[in-house]
């Protein structure tokens, strides 16, 4: 796989430098500023890439959506008000990527809805990822996929099933795809970090494999790479006692750079004790899972006996109702009984089965 001009080579095939992405996400606090900033200084700690978030709240949010625990956590009380004051416009993103190639890094970013894929890629980014909730999202997959740029896929708080259908999703971007064990929750305890899901996906997956680390720890880089990871995605933030979601689960500039420092001297060392290759969906990553993953979602009130087509349905958060997947086999179904607008579908609001 090749970001810009980097080859991400597999740690099963040889001694690579690990490719450390630093996550700034939402943590600008919705300041064009402050993400430069934070560009600066994720470049200061020798970070490969930085990487962003593209989201539009009302894209995102239906209006069942709820906050997941440590959201709640860091104070937020409101789900929309909450991504609203975080997000930036998406022309705002011009001088942030032309900000990180200035400063010799990539530019990454994560798209949270099928329809601003196509805005994103007509900006300089040089690689998509996708959020871990996502791995079930296929019109945003396909959308990504069809994009022609590298893919990172994310696999927090999903099964081994589930990550392998994705890949088998991604035909056309098998040659440009990185796949990233992860744990869905913020932060994670290091005893909880599940380093065996490197190996379980590599041993399905012949490309590059990775760890989206949630941990507060900087010595999960040494351990990461010595158990297989070749790509590194960590949070960064300009301050961790900052309020916003994210923060406290992020590392600040010196520790970033103990970070980096620690992923490239463990590269081509191997733990004392290997793990067990284990992918698995952790009980502190359930709440993550059905608040952060999407599902059908109606655009509009729709009457009983109504047959579904493509416009009466989006894909939005919570995910409680049908996944994302399901969008082919829905269409055309009628509907069992009256829904109202912005609601997240059910299999019983459907009058046929899907099966």
């Not at 999903?158 to 795809?177: G, H, K």
Request: charged share 20%.
């Amino acid at each position: 796989m090749r970001i810009g001009n980097r080859e991400i080579v597999p740690s099963a095939l040889g001694v690579g430098v690990p490719y450390v992405i630093a996550e700034i996400g939402v943590n600008h606090d919705g300041s064009v500023e402050k993400a430069i900033e934070l560009v600066d200084a994720a470049a200061r700690a020798g970070a490969d890439a930085v990487k962003f978030q593209i989201f539009d709240a009302d894209l995102l949010m239906s209006r069942a959506s709820k906050l997941a625990a440590y959201q709640k956590s860091a104070g937020e009380t409101d789900p929309l008000a909450m991504l609203r004051r975080l997000q930036l416009p998406l022309e705002s993103m011009r001088p942030i990527i032309d900000r990180a190639h200035a400063q010799g890094v990539h530019a990454i970013v994560t798209v949270f809805s099928e329809s601003l894929v196509a805005p994103a890629a007509a900006l300089a980014w040089d690689a998509f990822k996708t959020a871990s909730p996502d791995i079930i999202h296929l019109p945003l997959l396909r959308a990504l996929e069809a994009s022609g740029k590298p893919l990172i896929l994310s696999t927090g708080a999903s099964t081994l099933d589930e990550v392998w259908q994705a890949i088998a999703w991604l035909p056309r971007a098998r040659q440009r795809l990185a796949v990233l064990q992860c744990v869905s929750s913020y932060p994670t305890p290091l005893a909880s970090a599940e380093l065996g899901g490197i190996a379980a996906i590599a041993g399905m997956f012949m490309g590059p494999v990775g760890y989206s680390d949630h941990t507060p720890d900087v010595e999960t880089a040494r351990l990461a790479v010595q158990h297989g990871a070749c790509i590194l995605e960590k949070h960064f933030t300009h301050s961790r006692s900052a309020i916003g979601p994210d923060h406290a689960a992020s590392l600040e500039e010196s520790d970033l750079a103990q970070y980096v420092a620690l992923a490239r001297a463990a590269a081509g060392t191997r733990p004392a004790e290997p793990l067990v290759a284990e992918k698995r969906v952790l009980p502190i990553e359930e709440d993550v899972r059905r608040v952060s993953r999407q599902s059908l979602v109606t655009t509009r009130a729709l009457a009983p006996g109504e047959r579904l087509i493509r416009g009466d349905l989006t894909c939005k958060r919570p995910g409680t109702g049908i996944p994302p997947f399901e969008l082919d086999r829905v269409l055309g179904k009628p509907l069992a009984h009256a829904v109202e607008a912005d609601t997240p579908l059910q299999s019983s609001d459907l009058a046929e089965p899907l099966c």
